[in-house]
């Protein structure tokens, strides 16, 4: 728990938590712990700071459902979940303060946390997201800190159209893909090549069509014998 992140009366009084998801960590605001929060992208830029924050590769916001619009609004908009009622709905910001439809990782990082905020470790949870609605399952585990969720993302389809620079990379094979929201794909002959190719500093030129959303996703690869 992290209660007042940073010291500063510009700054609303804010009860946190963090988790990650194979790594991929994120600090979450649930409106059960915090009526009446109001954040936004400076927070997460803000917060998420490594250096200067708490540091995080996002800010999750999980606000409990207003209407039944907040299903029907999220089931239309993906390909996974229903009409039946949400328990939660899932804000993301990235830690450049860019918004992101949904993270695999990160709503199981809000699933538990609304779980144990309501004193449970087991069970089934809703959220909707830009993407569609989800269905999670949390199983505790020995260790009280870790518990394992799962989530049905859905079939995999295909993603918005790639930048003239992904020719540039130097792949065996490249391609965009998504799973709710956009991911780029890249298949590398060896670590040395997709060191050199320095993703991180070219994602946005990677990225052409004005679908990828913000134009802020991050671009990973990783090779393995």
């Not at 809703?126 to 585990?141: N, P, S, W």
Request: charged share 25%; with cysteine; aromatic share 2%.
């Amino acid at each position: 728990m992290i209660p007042n992140p940073t010291p500063d009366s510009t700054v609303p009084q804010v009860t946190l938590t963090k988790a990650h998801g194979l790594g991929n960590d994120f600090l979450i605001a649930l409106e059960a712990d915090n009526p009446g929060m109001e954040l936004g992208p400076e927070h997460a830029i803000r917060w998420c700071d490594r250096h200067l924050g708490i540091g995080a590769d996002g800010l999750l916001i999980g606000a409990l459902p207003r209407t039944d619009a907040d299903d029907r609004t999220a089931a239309t908009a993906g390909r996974s979940g229903g009409t039946s009622r949400v328990d939660l709905v899932m804000t993301l910001f990235n830690a450049d303060g860019s918004r992101a439809e949904i993270s695999g990782n990160g709503i199981r990082c809000l699933a538990q946390a609304a779980l144990r905020s309501s004193g449970r470790r087991d069970g089934e949870i809703r959220i909707a997201t830009a993407a569609g609605v989800r269905t999670l399952r949390a199983e505790a585990t020995h260790d009280r800190d870790t518990d394992v969720l799962t989530v049905e993302m859905g079939p995999v389809g295909e993603g918005p159209l790639l930048g003239p620079a992904a020719l540039a990379v130097g792949a065996a094979a490249i391609g965009s893909v998504s799973m709710g929201n956009p991911h780029v794909v890249i298949a590398v002959a060896d670590q040395e090549t997709l060191d050199r190719a320095d993703l991180a500093a070219r994602r946005r030129d990677l990225q052409g069509d004005p679908r990828w959303y913000e134009r802020a996703h991050r671009c990973r690869g990783r090779w393995e014998r």
